[in-house]
Every structure is written in structure tokens, then in C-alpha cells.
T-cell receptor
Framework: QKEVEQDPGPLSVPEGAIVSLNCTYS??????FMWYRQYSRKGPELLMY????GNKEDGRFTAQVDKSSKYISLFIRDSQPSDSATYLC??????????????FGAGTRLFVKA | KAGVTQTPRYLIKTRGQQVTLSCSPI?????VSWYQQTPGQGLQFLFE???????NKGNFPGRFSGRQFSNSRSEMNVSTLELGDSALYLC??????????????FGQGTRLTVV
């Protein structure tokens, strides 16, 4: 079983829809939860990060973490065609010798149709 | 401020050859992490370097190695290339301080194709 599970999609929605992206994880040592967006032929860029259970909002994006269920979500409101990309969840725990171990989900491909 | 620079952007190699990829982190960043991204496996952690020392390592065979120089630039090397090594190799730089919430910035990656 992978430490982080994420449905690869693809997920296709009409413009203006609310998008819900999710990941589950098995390692309770994860302390820091992130969402990255990756456009085709580009490296991932950090969208949002959270450190504890609860919600965090940034513009049209809301990240939600439920540590008790080991479940994280990213919501995109009023989705736009420019949101079409692959969304990767990532989780970080302390690694060895002072470093940190970051595990990524497989990524969900999102298409927003105009 | 310049971002993370990876060279080359594209590379084609033959099975059995070796390859060296380069990553220049953001100025002031001391941590460089390398990842392999494939459609089937997603983003997988290779290793992290901080101040010229390997600080963490993923589950890859010994054919994958890396190093970091005093200016924080990093290289990764793959020897005896196999077809399955075809992937996008990404590096990420961060301050690398002792905080779990240090943001990592990714380069655009090197697309390696093994034929």
C-alpha cells in the first residue's frame, strides 16, 4: 500500500464548477500537508500548505486537513480553464539526520472546460 | 530572483550509458532534493543534499547517486541506464533550515529518454 493515495483522474468539469481533490495517507508521522499544481512541461509549484487539521483559504482555493481520518482535500471555487493542470498532494515528516521526507501523491489531472 | 535551473532540459541516452544532470538552486538555498516523475509512479523522492552532505535517501538502486558542491549546486548521476529510467527528473531547492514547513521550489526538470 502506498503511503499517499490520490486518484489520478482525469477529472473534467465545466467552467465555474466547484472542484474537490482528495488524498488519503497512512503514515501518522506526516506533519505538513501541501498541494502543488503542475502545468504540462513545467515543474510543480506550491499552491497551499497546512500544518494542522482544519481549513485554510487562499482566494478561490481552500485546503482541508483531517488528521483523525488521514484525509486531505483541496477545493477550487469558480473553476477556470486556466486551472486545468495536474494537482499533486504532498506530505512531509521528519526524515533522518535533520532532514525531512516528502511524499507525493500520484497527481490528479484536472480539465476545466470553457 | 532567479529560480531553480536544471540542465539540460532534454536528454536522449542509450541503454547502458551513464548520465549526469545538474541543478542550480535559488541563491541562498542550501537544500537540494531530487525526484523522479513517471506517469505510472508519480513523483518519487531520490535524495536530499544539504551543505554538501546527503541528508535523506529514497528507495532507489545504487545506480542513482548525487552530490552537492560548496556553492549548493547539485548533480545527480545515473549509471548503466535502463529503459525504465526514462522519466522527468526534478530538483527542488529550499532553505533547508530545521523547520518542517520550509517551502520547496521546483525547477522545470530534465526529460531523460533512454532508448
Amino acid at each position: 500500500q502506498k503511503e499517499v493515495e490520490q486518484d489520478p483522474g482525469p477529472l473534467s468539469v465545466p467552467e465555474g464548477a466547484i472542484v474537490s481533490l482528495n488524498c488519503t495517507y497512512s503514515n501518522s508521522a506526516f506533519q505538513y500537508f501541501m498541494w502543488y499544481r503542475q502545468y504540462s512541461r513545467k515543474g510543480p509549484e506550491l499552491l497551499m500548505y497546512t500544518y494542522s487539521s482544519g481549513n485554510k483559504e487562499d482566494g478561490r482555493f481552500t485546503a482541508q486537513v483531517d488528521k483523525s481520518s488521514k484525509y486531505i482535500s483541496l477545493f477550487i471555487r469558480d473553476s477556470q480553464p486556466s486551472d486545468s493542470a495536474t494537482y499533486l498532494c504532498a506530505m512531509r515528516s521528519e526524515g533522518g539526520t535533520g532532514g525531512f521526507k516528502t511524499i507525493f501523491g500520484a497527481g490528479t489531472r484536472l480539465f476545466v472546460k470553457a | 530572483k532567479a529560480g531553480v535551473t536544471q540542465t539540460p532540459r532534454y536528454l536522449i541516452k542509450t541503454r547502458g550509458q551513464q548520465v549526469t544532470l545538474s541543478c542550480s538552486p535559488i541563491s541562498g538555498h542550501r537544500s537540494v532534493s531530487w525526484y523522479q516523475q513517471t506517469p505510472g509512479q508519480g513523483l518519487q523522492f531520490l535524495f536530499e543534499y544539504f551543505s554538501e552532505t546527503q541528508r535523506n535517501k529514497g528507495n532507489f538502486p545504487g545506480r542513482f547517486s548525487g552530490r552537492q558542491f560548496s556553492n549548493s549546486r547539485s548533480e545527480m548521476n545515473v549509471s548503466t541506464l535502463e529503459l525504465g529510467d526514462s522519466a522527468l527528473y526534478l530538483c527542488a531547492s529550499s532553505l533547508g533550515t530545521g523547520s518542517v514547513n520550509t517551502e520547496a521550489f521546483f525547477g522545470q526538470g530534465t526529460r531523460l529518454t533512454v532508448v
